[in-house]
């Protein structure tokens, strides 16, 4: 007979979990598949929030169970980003393989921080694949990244032991006597400025450069700025430059850039979260030089749809890379070969020691696509923002605050008025209509002091006329405003 200390967390009847697993299985394609016929977004009944307030389970409960109470209380609610009319934020959509990626890395439940295993592998030949499509040096290293965000922060840490060269993993900052200075435009996501914060820098840092009129940074103030901070006794540590800025998707000119960095002998990091895949597309002109970058940042689960989370930071000195985060006490030291060998450990490139196999799933994804049928995604995406944009402007009551450079679209309603105010009331009340309707979703920001709506499409399941549907709500909610 079994005893109590045989016991595991295991099935005794592994049946049962298994024909679980087949019906969940096939509930989330169907989910998927159906995901058109649903809004994009609903509003939690507060008898739904209640759920989420009960106290921690102390005895078990039957898996059947609790999959009904995820069919009836979660899966109706999502964010909207997997729906085909989601634009608001930079959201990427997902795909079907990629569920099922995602359920073969949590059945193998590696840890990909060192070792010798397979994921290593894996990894090693996305980042690999990712040099070589930004034409980054072959001695150039990289890590998958929970995202951007992180890609940005190991960037920047890298950027400052170069830019410092004493010890600063020992020492600190307080090394260093002089301020020090971080350039980007006002356009640079907020991910910096927490990388800045968090690097022990501080905002203050941040010398914010204005942009010229497609919201690119104006390389001739960046250089000012930074020969003034120089002569004022500044250190300079790094440029950042946007590649598709959240706001506007505008691209900086990275040839610029690269000569001012030359120049000062300054760190060139690019922030590509989504627009480093222009490099696949018709326009890739605009980012033609990334692979010139020191390091460059960006996501697998915005414009590459794979599943959330995952983001990559490639850095052209690996050993400036490696020495900013490698530890590795007796208890992680490698002995050569077997199990614990195993040549490149991840956990030496970035702040995770336990890493999910994320590379798995990239892999995957990569391979059932090909970057052919990407290139395709992101180049109907960039049309559909042409297109949209070409709707805005056949309306007499409506008007674009941006060019349309990428993938984004920036637009507000204007019935002829005039007050800043009176327009962003006006915006957001449209903001509030069209979130309680759920057909579409949109976001919002501000340029320059204009309050205005904003679709940043990262979306492969939008067809065209998602955007006439777009177009077309957006009328009828205006026509009930104006009431
Ligand atoms: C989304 C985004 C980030 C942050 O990336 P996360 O994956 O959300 O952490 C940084 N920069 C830009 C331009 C982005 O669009």
Known sequence: ???????????????????LGHK?????IDYLQTVRERKVWQAIPEHVKAIF?????KFPVDEGIIYQEVKEFILP???????????????GTGTPFGILAEMIMSTMNVNSGGREHVSNYVERQVIEWMKDLFGFPQQSSGILT????VSNFIGIIVARNNALGYDVRKIGIQGHKKPLRLYGS????????????????????????PTNDDFSIDTKLLREAIQHDIELGCTPICVVGNIGSVNT??????????KICDEFNIWLHLDGAFGAFLRLSDKSELVEEIGSADSL??????????QYDVGCVLVRDENIHRSSFSLRPSYLASIGSGLAGGGVWFSEYGMQLSRAFRALKVWMLLRANGINRYAEMINKNLRQAEYFASLVEKQENCELLAPVISNVVCFRHNPGVDDENELEDLNKKILAAMYDNGRVVTSYTSLRGKYCLRIAITNHRSTMKDFDILAAELQNIIKHIDK
């Open 1 to 19: 007979m079994a005893q109590d200390n045989d016991k595991t967390l295991d099935p005794k009847d592994w049946t049962e979990i298994q024909s």
């Open 186 to 209: 006002n356009q640079m996501h907020s991910s910096i400025q927490k990388a800045l914060e968090l690097a022990g820098i501080g905002s203050d840092a941040i010398n914010y450069v």
């Open 53 to 57: 307030e009960s106290s921690i389970p």
């Open 146 to 149: 929970a995202g951007c965000s």
């Open 249 to 258: 998707g505008s691209v900086d000119n990275i040839s610029e850039l690269r």
């Open 297 to 306: 940042a960006f996501d697998f689960h915005k414009w590459m749809h794979v």
């Open 77 to 91: 609610y999502p964010q909207g980003n997997i729906h085909p009319r989601f634009w608001g934020w930079v959201n």
């Open 24 to 28: 969940i299985l096939d509930d989330m």
